[in-house]
T-cell receptor
Framework: NAGVTQTPKFRVLKTGQSMTLLCAQDMNHEYMYWYRQDPGMGLRLIHYSVGEGTTAKGEVPDGYNVSRLKKQNFLLGLESAAPSQTSVYFC????????????FGQGTRLTVV | AQSVAQPEDQVNVAEGNPLTVKCTYSVSGNPYLFWYVQYPNRGLQFLLKYITGDNLVKGSYGFEAEFNKSQTSFHLKKPSALVSDSALYFCAVRDMGSTRGNNRLAFGKGNQVVVIP
């Protein structure tokens, strides 16, 4: 049982380039989340989805887009990368039941130069 | 919007001594509270949660946490720390007082725990 898998694990981008981060979960979870982790700031929510075909903005959505075309996948896109988007990105998922905990992927370390 | 405060950047404790990591929260309704641990270059792992019922909850690896509604706190504790407990600890809250808050998990900035042999 793989849980939550993020692809890629590491990436270096040049300013202005675009990329897509893929999150896949095999637990049939309804809810999926994208967070970014920066030193001293904890995890901040970028976007989330409460089901296939639906997405919503989190705390820091600017510069990112997401899509949830399939229940098991949640994609995070950077259309024009900026150095401020250098971070570690985490995907998480959970069941819809009230009170359930979220399961996290291993993270993607992104550097924008 | 819900929020979490973890006031200390780093907690140093000698091996075998009690470990406490502090967390306070702010929500509009009832809180669902969680603790996660992160080891270097890894994702977050769930430790324990408070949903309802007994204010003292027990979790993985000998950790426990006490929910205190009047002080809006959810401190993480371990009676006897191990060197292997050295990691980054995150407190998180879900606000059950709103639909939007219910869907979202807000994290504190994290506390680095260093257990000294």
């Amino acid at each position: 049982n793989a849980g939550v898998t993020q692809t890629p694990k590491f990436r270096v981008l040049k300013t202005g380039q675009s990329m897509t981060l893929l999150c896949a979960q095999d637990m049939n979870h309804e809810y999926m989340y994208w967070y970014r982790q920066d030193p001293g700031m904890g995890l901040r929510l970028i976007h989330y989805s409460v089901g296939e075909g639906t997405t919503a903005k989190g705390e820091v959505p600017d510069g990112y887009n997401v899509s949830r075309l399939k229940k098991q996948n949640f994609l995070l896109g950077l259309e024009s990368a900026a150095p401020s988007q250098t971070s570690v990105y985490f995907c998480a998922s959970r069941r819809v039941d009230v009170g359930t905990e979220a399961f996290f992927g291993q993270g993607t370390r992104l550097t924008v130069v | 919007a819900q929020s979490v405060a973890q006031p200390e950047d780093q907690v140093n404790v000698a091996e075998g001594n009690p470990l406490t990591v502090k967390c306070t929260y702010s929500v509009s309704g009832n809180p669902y509270l969680f603790w996660y641990v992160q080891y270097p270059n890894r994702g977050l792992q769930f430790l324990l949660k408070y949903i309802t019922g007994d204010n003292l909850v027990k979790g993985s690896y000998g950790f426990e946490a006490e929910f205190n509604k009047s002080q809006t706190s959810f401190h993480l504790k371990k009676p006897s720390a191990l060197v292997s407990d050295s990691a980054l600890y995150f407190c998180a809250v879900r606000d059950m007082g709103s639909t939007r808050g219910n869907n979202r998990l807000a994290f504190g900035k994290g506390n680095q725990v260093v257990v000294i042999p």
